[in-house]
Structure formats: structure tokens, C-alpha cells
């Protein structure tokens, strides 16, 4: 059954590219095949149809030499509608949200990663493109997303609850607060969000500037 589902996985994805398998050259599925670490075609199926691998980006792979130029060099970038569960993660270094600027990377074990592009992890990334691959938003993603803001505030009673109310006028959910004392004079407050956006986030970044 994996490997029937994972074969339909693949065929509808070389679909987005007016491409079907049959299309591909030899040559460029066993080099692919490799590149994958994959023995043959049905474990390549059976990975795609248990979710270890994402149809989109193998299909991806099969496409250079494969699709005209004005077809594969145009190919708009692998789209996130942030409702792809299990196979595709946000990673927790740079907290993504729509509308930033992003890219994903294939991780083994955890499938598509999405990272900010001014992420500090980038640059260790970029040492290996084969793994990595442009993305992007669709539009008005029906989901919260997880966001970090750190806010430094004056060392005094009652000041997080002050924050904690300002950030809860803007209709956004708490999901953890830290609280790390500077010096004696000021604290640091780290909020773990969960926001619609990055104008949800900069609404609620003018909320909290405004109580200074």
C-alpha cells in the first residue's frame, strides 16, 4: 500500500510540471535514485508513501535535463500552506512565521524544516544545497504559528503582568514566558507566542512599545 500511495505521490507532483515519470531519462532517475540513497524505485515509493520523503521535492530532482527550460527554470518555489502536518516542521531557532522570507531544508528523520532566510543556522546549510530548496508562502495560511519576542523592561513589581495584558489586548495566546534578570535595575522577559503573521507580530511589537 506505501508503495502504491507513494507512486501516486510522486506521479501528481511531476503533475505540477506537466510532467509524468515516463518523461524522466534513465540516467536521471538512477542519479537521483542515488543521490536519495534509495536501491530502487518501489523503496523510493515505499519512503514517499510513509511520509519519510516529500513527493514535491523528489520530483524536484527528477527535473533538471527532464522539463524545457521556460518550464523547470520558471518553476515557481514548493508552497507552504502551513497545513501540511507531520511533514513539514518550523524550526524553533527563528520561529518562521508567514510572510517572512523562508527557505526549508530536508533534514533526515524530520523531513521539510522551514527556516527563516536570515536564520543564523543558514550559512551551515548552505554547505550542503542538495538538501535545500526555495519555498514559499500561499496566502493567508489557516493556522497560529509559534513566535519568540523578548522584551527588556524595568526590574519592578507587576511589570509582567503589565506586559502579559498588553500582549493579550492584541487577541495573542501565551504559550510560555521566561524571565532572566539583567542586573538589578532591569529584566529581560522572552515570550513564546502564537501568532496569525508577521503583521499580527509587528501589531502586537507597537502595542508593547507604546507602554514605554
Known amino acids: 500500500e506505501a508503495i502504491a500511495l507513494g507512486s501516486k ?9 506537466s510532467v509524468s515519470f515516463d ?18 524505485l ?23 535535463g527532464t522539463v524545457p527550460a521556460n518550464v523547470a527554470g520558471g518553476a515557481a518555489p514548493l508552497a507552504i500552506a502551513g497545513t501540511e502536518g507531520l511533514l513539514v516542521t518550523y524550526a524553533r ?6 510572510y517572512d522570507p523562508i527557505f526549508a531544508f ?13 536564520c543564523v543556522n543558514v550559512e551551515d546549510y548552505r554547505k550542503h544545497p542538495e538538501n535545500w530548496l526555495p519555498v514559499n508562502w500561499q ?11 523578548r ?13 502579559a495584558a498588553a500582549i493579550a489586548s492584541t487577541e495573542t495566546n501565551i504559550d510560555h514566558v521566561s524571565i532572566d534578570e539583567q542586573d538589578g535595575d532591569t529584566a529581560a522577559l522572552t515570550f513564546e507566542l502564537r501568532v496569525r503573521d508577521r503583521r499580527h507580530l509587528a501589531g502586537l511589537v507597537r502595542v508593547i512599545r507604546r507602554m514605554a
Do not use: W
Not at 531557532?93 to 508567514?98: K, T, V, Y
Not at 496566502?139 to 519576542?149: V, W
Open 151 to 163: 522584551v527588556y523592561v524595568a526590574n519592578r513589581t507587576g511589570v509582567l503582568a503589565a506586559v
Open 42 to 64: 518501489d523503496e523510493l515509493h515505499e519512503k514517499l508513501g510513509l511520509g519519510e520523503r516529500l513527493a514535491p521535492l523528489v520530483a524536484r530532482r527528477l527535473l533538471p
Open 9 to 17: 505521490l510522486l506521479a501528481q507532483a511531476l503533475g505540477e510540471f
Open 93 to 98: 531557532c527563528c520561529f518562521p512565521i508567514p
Open 139 to 149: 496566502s493567508a495560511p489557516d493556522r497560529l504559528f509559534s513566535s519568540e519576542i
Open 23 to 40: 518523461d524522466v531519462g534513465e540516467d536521471v532517475r538512477k542519479a537521483a535514485l542515488g543521490e536519495l540513497g534509495m536501491k530502487d
Open 106 to 118: 530536508l533534514s533526515t528523520g524530520r523531513g521539510v524544516v522551514i527556516h527563516r532566510e536570515n
